[in-house]
């Protein structure tokens, strides 16, 4: 990623208030970090410490900067065995992914709408794709990718999700 302003980060937010996303906490380690630090981010995903269930991905998109808020569900999904996380396809166990709801409404006072997906729980995805985390026991599918393509992969899934939630805003 190119460096971003903490202003332009709270800016790129698009489905909450703009109230909201000034209350949104971003990790440390990127706010004011160095252009090095930021070249090295495939794009960002974190909880909120303060409130674990509450998830962010920012990322560069077609239409530029943009961030979503997401709401992980708190039950655990259950059953099934392995599971697929939507953006980089890695398979875990059914703790090892959760449910996220990703409102389609700027505020709460608009019709309430949300898609539902299922993400990494540890929001790890850019791990798991370079290979530097594997999940427990689980077998992954066999593939012949390199990491670069790996990475596309899992930036178009990430653009899918965007353009999904802005189809369902305009409406
Ligand atoms: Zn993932």
Redesign the pocket.
Known sequence: MRSHSESALRKSFINCSKGAAQRINFPKEILNADPAVWEKQIFLSWSDPKSPQRAFLVAETTSGLQGLVMERNAAQVKGGGARM??????LHSSSG?SLVSIPTSKSSQDKYGSIGTY??SD???VA??LGKKKPDGIRQMEETLTPEEKIER?LGNVQDIFTRVEELLKK
């Open positions: 996380c939507q953006i980089c396809l890695t992914v993400i990494c929001l790890e995805c798991y794709t899992m």
